[in-house]
């Protein structure tokens, strides 16, 4: 299963794959040189659909349960100062996206939408101290009966030139749904209220809509 953002890119890879093919297979004699050159198309193939690929999972809605909304690795875990919406101190968990995840963002929990923001901006490298303040990055929260408001940001990476994001101002969100994706390698940061209990260690791998982040209740 791909996810519906890869669609004009699927198609195109598989255009140019085809091509590759039958122009190579018309006019390289070289057998060598044929099947390196197909090799390369069907690999570059190969990695688009990888990319896309959106595994179903069953998720077990749990209002005292935040899940991961990506799959990564947790690269921090610290009490920041959040300057953007609570202007507080905030309890942030950052999960790092290689090239090789799967880069569907889930709605971590349930909830009322209440900002939803794209912000223009640079392409730093995803772990840099800064990417979260100077990157291209949207931010969403969501009110929670449980939690709280609950903040979330995509961040583009170095290699991300798109992030999509479906939540709007005003919805109501499922825990686990689709919230959008994000191009090549990323990072998303949630931000909870200080004390809220976190379930995950620096550098563990994070499965989107499975992993409890964290917990109360």
Known sequence: MFHKEGTKTILLGIIFTSIVLLLADNFIEAAGL???VQ????AILIIILQFFRNPKRTVIINENH?????DGKVVVIEEVFESEYFKD????????MSPINVHVTRY????LVKFS??????????????????????????????FGEVLYRQIAGALARRIVNYAEEGMQVVQGT???????????????PLGTPINVVLNQKAIGGKTIIATKG
């Open 178 to 192: 689709d919230a959008g994706f994000i191009k090549f390698g990323s990072r998303v940061d949630i931000f909870f």
């Open 34 to 36: 044929k099947m390196l």
């Open 89 to 96: 101190k905030r309890l942030q968990v950052s999960i790092f």
């Open 117 to 146: 923001k794209y912000h223009p901006g640079k392409f730093l490298v995803a772990w840099h101290p800064k990417a979260s303040e100077e990157n291209e990055r949207t931010t969403i929260v969501i009110e929670n009966k449980t």
């Open 66 to 70: 935040i899940l991961a909304p990506v």
């Open 39 to 42: 090799l390369f198309a069907l």
């Open 108 to 111: 971590g929990l349930s909830g």
